[in-house]
Every structure is written in structure tokens, then in C-alpha cells.
Nanobody
Framework: VQLQASGGGSVQAGGSLRLSCVVS????????VGWYRQAPGKERELVAR???????IYVDSVKGRFAISRDNAKKTVHLQMNNLKPEDTAVYYC???????????WGQGTQVTVSS
């Protein structure tokens, strides 16, 4: 099983980025998928999550700015990030949780840097 995250980069505040996570080795139809981030010196936190039934949740700090989406057929998860702020700077990780086994798979992380 592999999760390949991409799309990170450096942008100025107010800019946008779109992260992608391509999953191979498993299907994601019956999985919850999510994006997490970890800033230097901080714990990893949930950013956005899409449940197996398409329900979504967001951390308060990104509501209205970020949007998670999934394409089960292509086994891809996206995170559209708009109006980025310096506090969004972190390494972003995608995660897939199999709902039956509750086993988690993690991607390798992609760096997002937002300058003021």
C-alpha cells in the first residue's frame, strides 16, 4: 500500500495550493480519508476528513478556506487550500483508514510554506 502526496510548495499569504494524494494497493471506497499537518514544534493535527459516506469535517482554523474531495474510482484525495495564511505552514500528510479494520495508512508528507 502506498500513498503518494504531492502539490505542496511555497506561496504568499492569500494564495492557493491543491494537494493530491494518490493511493495504490487498496481501494478507498470503504475508507475514511483525511489530511493532517504538522508544524515545527507542534503535534500533528487533523485538517480535514472525509468519511466513508462522504461526510466531511474540518478543523475550525481552515473552515471556509479548505475543501477536501475524493475520487474513489481514481483512488485520489485532494485538498484545495485557498486564502492561505502563514499559520498554515506545515508538512501535510494524507491518511487512509480502512473502516472495517480501522487500520491507518499514511503518506510521506508534502511541505506547504506560506509567507507573509
Amino acid at each position: 500500500v502506498q500513498l503518494q502526496a504531492s502539490g505542496g510548495g511555497s506561496v504568499q499569504a492569500g494564495g492557493s495550493l491543491r494537494l493530491s494524494c494518490v493511493v495504490s494497493g487498496i481501494t478507498i471506497n470503504t475508507s475514511a480519508v483525511g489530511w493532517y499537518r504538522q508544524a515545527p514544534g507542534k503535534e500533528r493535527e487533523l485538517v480535514a476528513r472525509s468519511g466513508g459516506r462522504g461526510d466531511t469535517i474540518y478543523v475550525d482554523s481552515v473552515k471556509g478556506r479548505f475543501a477536501i474531495s475524493r475520487d474513489n474510482a481514481k483512488k485520489t484525495v485532494h485538498l484545495q487550500m485557498n486564502n492561505l495564511k502563514p499559520e498554515d505552514t506545515a508538512v501535510y500528510y494524507c491518511k487512509v483508514r480502512r473502516l472495517v479494520t480501522r487500520f491507518d495508512y499514511w503518506g510521506q508528507g508534502t511541505q506547504v510554506t506560506v509567507s507573509s
